[in-house]
């Protein structure tokens, strides 16, 4: 007997209410304490004490990555930056039962999309040389490498962006 592997299908969910945003606060704090690399480095700290302050409107947004049941599994935000016109993805996370099923690039399309219709032009974004598989993610979605975009103690952070008009995606096999 073979097994269904129909994966399930991913809801993209705006952070607006309360309860939302603790919900996105308790995904955070999952990241933060399991996946983060060094994250003694990491502004989410500051950022967790204020929610959603970097990540409320006019200049922000967040989302939830939900299961067709509506079970948040996954989030992801933008930021304002420095730059002009360009916003920040931040706070990729999706829950480890749930990755390698597309949803990390559903979540970065939909924060595309939302940057997009709030005027900015342009996503930037960091990450760690270790995170090959974002790495790999982003290039494939059109993100290069750029000059770094703000401040960090640590030098080996990569800095990527891309337009926020049509991107030229490559295929991965």
Excluded at 9 to 21: C, E, G, N
Excluded at 123 to 131: D, R
Excluded at 148 to 162: M, V
């Amino acid at each position: 007997m073979s097994e269904n592997k129909t994966l399930p299908p991913f809801l993209i969910q705006s952070i607006q209410s309360t309860a939302d945003w603790s919900t996105f606060e308790l995904l955070l704090r999952t990241y933060a304490q399991h996946d983060l690399d060094q994250p003694h480095l990491s502004s989410i700290w500051k950022d967790l004490e204020d929610l959603p302050a970097r990540y409320g409107p006019p200049k922000g947004a967040a989302v939830l990555l939900c299961l067709d049941d509506q079970t948040p599994i996954g989030c992801g935000a933008i930021a304002a930056t420095s730059l002009q016109n360009a916003c920040e993805i931040k706070r990729l996370y999706i829950q480890p039962a749930h990755r390698g099923r597309g949803g990390s690039k559903i979540l970065i399309q939909a924060l595309m999309e939302k940057a997009l219709l709030d005027g900015y032009h342009q996503a930037v974004l960091s990450t760690w040389q270790s995170n090959t598989s974002g790495l790999a993610l982003y290039k494939s979605m059109g993100f290069h490498s750029v000059p770094s975009f703000k401040s960090h103690p640590n030098s080996e952070l990569i800095y990527l962006g891309r337009s926020l008009g049509p991107a030229k995606t490559q295929t991965t096999q």
